[in-house]
């Protein structure tokens, strides 16, 4: 093989490399969030007789974990008997479901991003202390991505950008409308709730490719 030839298949090489490792750091792991309540300081005394959310479970996002403490949600058309608190308490009480959630309990839940509760729908939460009923708290989570800093910059990525997620598999799949969701101490993982992941087979710990332009 002459020199050039040589050099030719090097570069063949080191770019089908870079190619690779460039694909390899645009996995991000999987978190599929099951129904979920948030619930806030007075909501939590109000239904438990507590005033901190104690520790079940950690979660991969530093200052989050899975609570102890579970409810029971109610709709007009039927109740879910267990349903886990994630801590730490948050200003507002929230409801997570899924579409087939909101649509067993017959309740008319937005899709909105977490927090975004002006049209949030109507439910009734039940802890062992009492019940309460919240007109703003059931949402359809929007699918997001949670990064710090350095890997939005890396990808060159801004807080609340939208982006496509590519899923291998059998049942694999390309998703919109991902929402970047920044901040300092976060790690980069995909959200999506069980509709979605059950769609295209999908589990927590699994990976999604971010499709870069
Ligand atoms: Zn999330």
């Avoid at 978190?31 to 991969?60: C, I």
């Avoid at 608190?85 to 507002?92: E, F, I, Q, S, V």
């Avoid at 703003?136 to 991505?145: D, F, G, L, N, T």
Wanted: charged share 25%; glycine share 8%.
């Amino acid at each position: 093989m002459g020199e050039s030839e040589t050099a030719a298949l090097v570069d063949q090489i080191t770019s089908a490399v870079l190619h690779r490792l460039a694909e390899a750091s645009d996995r991000i792991v999987v978190g599929v969030s099951n129904r979920h309540v948030h619930l806030s300081r007075a909501d939590l005394q109000t239904l438990f007789g507590l005033d901190e959310l104690t520790l079940y479970r950690p979660v991969r996002q530093p200052q989050d974990f899975a609570a102890e403490q579970i409810v029971a949600v109610h709709g007009p058309r039927t109740s879910f008997a267990r349903v886990r608190a994630m801590g730490p308490c948050r200003p507002k009480s929230q409801v997570e479901l899924s579409r087939t959630d909101a649509i067993a309990l017959g309740i008319d839940a937005p899709l909105t991003q977490s927090g975004h509760l002006d049209a949030a729908g109507p439910i009734d939460i039940e802890g062992p202390r009492g019940t309460i009923h919240l007109d703003h708290a059931a949402i359809v989570a929007a699918r997001h991505i949670h990064m710090g800093p350095a890997h939005a910059k890396a990808w060159g990525l801004a807080d609340q950008d939208r982006v496509q997620v590519r899923f291998d598999g059998e049942r694999g799949g390309v998703l919109h409308n991902f929402i970047v969701r920044l901040k300092d101490d976060w790690i980069p993982e995909i959200h999506l709730d069980t509709d979605e992941a059950n769609a295209l087979g999908l589990h927590t710990g699994d990976y999604g490719t971010l499709i870069r332009r």
